[in-house]
């Protein structure tokens, strides 16, 4: 039996964000576009029916000032304090970082494009990854405080790359990009054309194969997701 997941798309505007992964997910999917003001019921409601909760990225910054941003702070907390298990990706894990006490800022530059991720230990989301893995990264913020009692799971040169605390976790770089997302996000940045381009070349077939691996952390969520048992407190 698939594990059912809340996905929340904190996309803007018409995005591959939830074909993406509706394809990779192997789970029952019920999607929320969190901008829209589209929420999931709340974990202590009689109709609450996930086992996980999965936050997309976001054109945005977790510290703008956005009614939905501030409501989905809210929200969040209680699904962690609830321990069901949530994995955010890119603006998803800045965004759980931030909700839980930790920080975020602007780096003043793009990490933009394949690149290589070392990862830390033997958690079971990053089972099955090599000790070090390629996947794509698009974003310009990152997370410099990790919240109280948060372990480092993946770094590279730009900082914290994956993060657990408790049965929430946060991957920076984007497993569930695929060759033309990648060209598409990279193509959209207000950049100068020859970075752009440069990043374009660099999407390659041998870095699309690469990158493959880092998928395997929708699988093994899907897994810890189905299994975990959490005690609800919210």
């Avoid at 990053?126 to 109280?148: A, N």
């Avoid at 033309?180 to 990043?199: F, N, Q, Y």
């Avoid at 374009?200 to 975990?228: C, M, P, W, Y």
Wanted: with cysteine; aromatic share 8%; charged share 25%.
């Amino acid at each position: 039996m698939s594990p059912g997941l809340a996905v929340i798309d904190a996309s803007i505007g018409d995005t591959p964000a939830e074909s993406n992964l509706r394809r990779d997910l192997d789970a029952n999917l019920n999607v929320y576009k969190l901008s829209n003001g589209e929420f999931p019921p709340s974990v202590s409601a009689a109709d609450w029916q996930f086992d996980g909760v999965i936050i997309s990225g976001s054109q945005m910054s977790v510290y703008d000032d956005r009614d939905w941003i501030h409501e989905a702070t809210e929200w969040v907390r209680r699904v962690h304090r609830s321990d069901v298990p949530v994995l955010g990706i890119c603006w998803g894990h800045q965004f759980l970082a931030q909700a839980l006490g930790g920080r975020v800022v602007d780096m003043g530059e793009y990490e933009l494009g394949y690149k290589q991720i070392s990862r830390m230990g033997d958690d079971p989301l990053l089972e099955g990854l090599p000790k070090q893995f390629t996947s794509f990264e698009t974003h310009s913020d990152r997370v410099v405080e990790l919240p109280v009692g948060a372990a480092t799971l993946a770094r590279n040169d730009y900082g914290v790359q994956a993060f657990r605390v408790g049965a929430t976790y946060g991957v920076q770089f984007h497993p569930e990009y695929d060759r033309d997302t990648a060209v598409w996000v990279t193509e959209g940045k207000d950049l100068p054309d020859e970075r752009i381009r440069s990043v374009v070349n660099g999407i390659t077939d041998e870095a699309v194969v690469a990158a493959e691996a880092s998928k395997q952390i929708f699988d093994n969520f899907g897994r810890l997701a189905e299994t975990h048992q959490p005690v609800r407190r919210a």
